[in-house]
C-alpha cells in the first residue's frame, strides 16, 4: 500500500491558521478522491473534507466556512487551509486517497502517516 505524505502540522493559538499538505504518486493522485481525515484519541478516524480530481468538494459541517480542501493537479498535492482554528479542531490529520464512486467513510484507500494539529492557548 503507497504511504501519502502530509506535512504542515503544528500547535496553534485559538484564531490561528494551519495550511496541511499532502503528496501522493502521480498515477494514485489522478484517478482519486483526496480527502483529510481527523482523529482523536479514543476516536475513529472521521472524515473533515474530501475534493474530487475536477475540485467538487464537501466538508464537515463543523469545518465549513473556515477549511478549505484545494488540489493542485500539475504536483499531485492536496491541501487543507484551515483558518479560524477551534481546540475542538484539535487532532491527528490523515491524508487520504480513494475511488471516487467509494465511500469516503471508513478506513479505505491509501492513508499517509497523519500529522498533529494541536489548537491550544
Known amino acids: 500500500q503507497v504511504q501519502l505524505v502530509e506535512s504542515g502540522g503544528g500547535l496553534v493559538q485559538p484564531g490561528g491558521s494551519l495550511r496541511l499538505s499532502c503528496v501522493a504518486p502521480g498515477p494514485l493522485f489522478r484517478i482519486s478522491r483526496m480527502g483529510w481525515y481527523r482523529q482523536v484519541p479514543g476516536t475513529q478516524r472521521a472524515l473533515v473534507a474530501t475534493?474530487?480530481?475536477?475540485?467538487?468538494?464537501k466538508y464537515v459541517d463543523s469545518v465549513k466556512g473556515r477549511f478549505t480542501i484545494s488540489r493542485d493537479n500539475e504536483r499531485n498535492t492536496v491541501y487543507l487551509q484551515m483558518n479560524t482554528l477551534k481546540p475542538e479542531d484539535t487532532g491527528v490529520y490523515y491524508c487520504n486517497a480513494r475511488p471516487p464512486f467509494t465511500s469516503d467513510t471508513g478506513d479505505d484507500g491509501t492513508w499517509g502517516q497523519g500529522t498533529q494539529v494541536t489548537v491550544s492557548p
Open positions: 475534493i474530487l480530481s475536477g475540485g467538487f468538494t
